[in-house]
């Protein structure tokens, strides 16, 4: 039983400290890619070709002050980026990212926890997420904030719903919610194939849910100053950062267990490779789009996530049960 | 060693008396509305401790029912105190006795 | 044993938000007890082997309904304090009679279940117990007719709201 737990501590850590290098590395190679998309070379000047920048900005934001704007309630304001963060880290506890390992005599599976109903636990988790940004909204108290923050967890809720419906399609193919289930399922086709349609709406969705370009109206700079982080700085403002780019690797670590069959490949590289090779394309695909498409309004934003995407995925969700049940 | 039923009534009981409180108590809508939904959830512990106890998932079913009829509740309720407060700049129930008589 | 242990934190947790929502003076506060309360009673759902319903607890009570009071609260009262309410006269001795009340109430659910307790040990559960799979066959099967009449429930308030929320001039 105590060593159990203390695998798991162990898996827990190694998942955490892999989460933090992620997003450190990924602020880097961001701002490198986007120089290039750019044609110029991106921050190449600490370390060399600029390696060394996320510990410059970690050390920068470290120290920089703390201003807690007078007359906000303390609690709510310092307590905001916290859950922000905590669900980030806290979604990528079922995703498996390789097959079983076997030590010490025993047979340790490379998740955190695996439970029956993973993919709904993703989906819990991400509508806790929402909380951090409407409570940072509002306990700026600044107008510009609450609005960011009422912008930007309407269309996290919005694009919810078309997420949960997009992937009803892989349930049905399964049979189970299990993440781990559907990692064996794919073992001889990958459900991009049959689902791409799904896989289509999934990604859109991803985007927004993370608040990323195209979908980042809430956080632009040019229109709403930075959105519901506006009155923050120094550690929490990091916080917040984290959480966004802790996000984006959550997104993608689903969709390569949904859609790119999670840690399959072809057996010259270990199953844990494979994953982070699908992962970081998963993360070159969300950095180029970035790069390459102008912001969406926020009307159509919304409109576009309600009455386009949600049609469409029931759609995908009643087509594929229908040929399930005709198949089967 | 299982938990026994009753703590899970107990603490079920417990919630729903602190709902009820609240109900009574306090004046603000939106904070009523806040206290019926822990009474409602204190019975959805109810149902679900009693179908682990008698192993029958009927239990399982009442409460999805309750929590989206719940949902549909509160939905039309907020909008409806959004109205009030548009009209009177204030969150007070007891103010709102013009039909009283 | 430890499922002991996490019952009587889980428990002390929601009775102690469930107390912040009824006694804050911020209406931010308070909702921010809900969500703890209704998270913390995921979590006991889940030692009751109903693991379908703690996601839907989590995902629909604490991820949406929350969220509707979230914003009604923030756009409604985005001063800090409240200033708005509960100044004015409460009825006489309004406090203390409820909070009778309220003890009344808990003496009666006791009395209820002191009366019936011969319910006999719990039995083991089979495996999939509380899973989806069960829930599902149970809903689509035997509770189909009440299925059907919460979706047109759900369908009746989503009207309601929208009639309601319409542009006048």
Redesign the interface.
Known sequence: MLLTITIDVVKALIVIIFLMAAFGYMTLIERKLLGRFQFRPGPNRVGPKGILQPLADGVKLLLKEEIIPQ???R??FI?APLISLLAALLAFAVIPFGPNVHLFGRTIPLEIAG???GL??V??IA??G??GL??A???S?NKYG?LG??RS?AQI?SYELAMGLSVVGILIFAGS?SLNVIVAAQENVWFIFPQIIGFAIYLICAVAETNRAPFDLPEAEQEIVAGYHTEYTGMKFAMFFMAEYINMVTVSALATTLFLGGWHGPAFLPGVAWFLIKVALFLFLFIWIRATLPRIRYDKLMGFGWKILLPVALVNALGTAAWVAMIK | ??????????????????????V?????P??M???V??MW?AV??TF??F???W?N??G??F???V??????????G??????V?RQR????V??LSSMKG | ?L??VI?WIA?VI??AM??T??A?K???????A??A???M?GV??L???????A???????????V????????????G?S?P?????P?LLA??P???I???A??CL??FA?AIN?T?GP?????EA????T??GE??FT??LL??EL?AL??L???I??VF??RERH
């Open positions: 007359g906000v309630d609690f709510i307590f439970p029956n109903l709904l636990y989906f819990a509508s806790l929402v909380y409407i409570l909204g509002w306990a108290q609450l923050g009422l967890s809720i919610a | 060693m299982t938990i026994p039923l009753v703590d899970f009534l107990g603490l079920s009981a417990i919630l729903f008396a602190i709902g009820a409180v609240g009574l108590v306090r004046k603000n939106l904070i509305f806040m206290s939904e822990i959830n959805n512990l679900a401790a179908a682990r106890h192993v998932m009927a399982h079913i409460v999805f029912i929590v989206t009829v719940a949902a549909a509740e509160v939905a039309i907020l909008i409806i105190v959004v109205f407060f700049e204030r969150l007070d007891d103010e | 044993m499922a002991n019952f428990a929601a009775v469930a107390v929502v009824v804050a911020r209406p931010m506060h308070a909702v921010v809900l969500v309360n209704f998270v009673l006991l759902f030692l009751l082997h109903a693991e379908f319903l996601i839907i607890e989590v995902i629909v009570y604490a991820g949406a309904v969220v509707l009071f979230l914003f009604v609260v923030a756009l409604l009262l985005t800090v409240a708005r309410e509960d100044e004015g409460k309004q406090t009679l409820a909070i009340l309220g003890a109430i808990l659910a006791g279940v307790l319910l719990t039995p083991g559960v089979p117990f509380g899973s989806i069960l829930f149970e809903l035997t509770y009440p299925f919460t429930v759900l009746v308030a989503v309601g709201v309601l929320a």
